[in-house]
């Protein structure tokens, strides 16, 4: 499991590059290699730009490669989908780092590396469960489907082109890192840029001219507003959370000297969206803010901030908390550890709005923190993935049914 792990999180996979690309040949290979029914696919991004329904992408990318590996049953059972990202988001600054984010290492039962929680362990969780099952010589009657995509930090490219391909199941479940808790709903993230003009001056001159920068700390402020009314009530699902959904904005790009007064800037952001709120819903709610702005400043009346919304766009999704999945996974997780797995939703868009969407209900439930996720020396417990690839081998047996009417001894992989 270790060497599993550290072998995925070697690859590079960073979205866009062409690691991306490899990691998921790579998986193709080790699957088809223990006997596993691969399927691969071609993924054209710039066909898919040209679909309305198309969740969007942030990194330019020229290709990609669909992987799944079936696990057939005996016939007659549910299917069950296993599904994970493949790909990464950068390592930020290397200095943060005690060691480099791609060459993992294990020690004192900890492996620390960009991808570890988020999510190759969680892939390699699911992998293994399979694998431990086929040594088990047991027979499900419903199929599993392993999945691993990629786009999923910038979008969602790769979950996208699994459902246009046509592959379904009767419950997925996604074993990003949750800490081992039970995740059946993600609030929704859209992505924005504020393009908001002054008018240069020499900076000795400044009250002659118009500071984009200054401009843009009124649109902060009435931002900060903004997100405090969307967060003044709350689906019970996200009533953990201090803000459950932020309003944050990532890039400032403003000036080009020290002594001018800058008239251009360019702000990215994310905007929360709640469960159960559209993406229109969201967007309308923020352009209005900005143009409640506008009306009240003499320059930004004549020279309103533009709102653009590009990139990733998530939308909200929920499976249900009492469906019988969520207990399914509740009780596997409960029977091995002891323990209760706490349900609630996340306050991140994943690819699991896509999949529910798509009318297939999905939890989340794997190791290592969401907190970590993103940062510098990110890591998991190779006891919580061990935890997890037994929780998720009850599951199959139960959802995907042992068949008792054959041999469930006889080991389908030495
Ligand atoms: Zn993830």
Not at 130 to 141: C, E, M, S
Not at 305 to 320: E, K
Request: glycine share 10%; charged share 20%.
């Amino acid at each position: 499991m270790v060497d599993a792990v550290e072998r995925l999180v070697a690859h590079p996979s960073i979205g866009g590059s062409p690691a991306e690309v490899e990691i998921q040949r790579d998986l193709a290979h080790l699957w088809e290699h223990e006997g596993l029914d691969v399927t691969t696919w071609t993924i054209d991004p710039a066909q898919c730009l040209l679909d309305p329904g198309f969740p969007g992408m942030e990194v330019d990318r020229e290709t990609g490669l669909g992987v799944i590996a079936r696990w057939a049953g005996t016939g007659g059972g549910p299917t069950m989908l296993l599904l994970g990202h493949t790909d990464v988001v950068p390592p930020g600054d290397l200095h943060a780092w005690s060691s480099p984010p791609f060459q993992p290492h294990h020690v004192d039962g900890r492996i620390t590396g960009r991808g570890t929680a988020d999510m190759k362990a969680g892939l390699v969780a699911a992998w293994l469960a399979v694998r431990a099952l086929r040594q088990q010589g047991r027979r499900l009657r419903g199929d599993v489907i392993l999945a691993a995509v990629s786009g999923e930090e910038d979008g969602g490219m790769g979950t996208y082109s699994l459902l246009a391909q046509g592959i379904t199941a009767d419950a997925c479940i996604i074993p990003e890192p949750t800490d081992l808790d039970i995740v059946p709903a993600n609030g929704g993230a859209l992505t924005f840029r504020l393009t908001i003009r002054g008018a240069a001056t020499h900076a000795s001159r400044r009250s002659e001219g118009i500071s984009a920068i200054e401009k843009f700390t009124l649109a902060l402020r009435a931002l900060d507003e903004l997100e405090v009314q969307r967060n003044a009530v709350v689906d019970p699902l996200m009533e953990r959370w201090s803000i459950a959904y932020p309003l944050a904005i990532g890039t400032v790009h403003a000036g080009d000297w020290a002594s001018t007064v800058p008239d251009l800037c360019i702000a990215e952001g994310r905007l929360g969206v709640a469960l159960d709120e559209s993406p229109e819903q969201a967007r309308l709610a923020l352009e209005q803010a900005v143009q409640g702005l506008c009306a009240h400043d003499p320059w930004l009346r004549e020279h309103p901030i533009d709102v653009q919304w590009w990139g990733g766009q998530f939308a909200p999704g929920r499976t249900d908390p009492d469906h019988p999945l969520v207990d399914l996974v509740g009780r596997a997780h409960q029977s091995l550890t002891g323990a209760t797995a706490q349900v609630y939703g996340a306050p991140y868009g994943s690819d699991l709005r896509l999949l529910v969407a798509a009318g297939i209900p999905t939890v989340q439930y794997g190791p290592g923190d969401s907190r970590i996720a993103h940062a510098p020396n990110e890591w998991v417990t190779v006891g919580d993935v061990v935890t997890c690839a037994h929780t998720l081998m009850l599951v199959l047996e139960e959802f995907c049914e042992i068949d008792a009417a054959v041999d469930n001894t006889q080991q389908e992989i030495p």
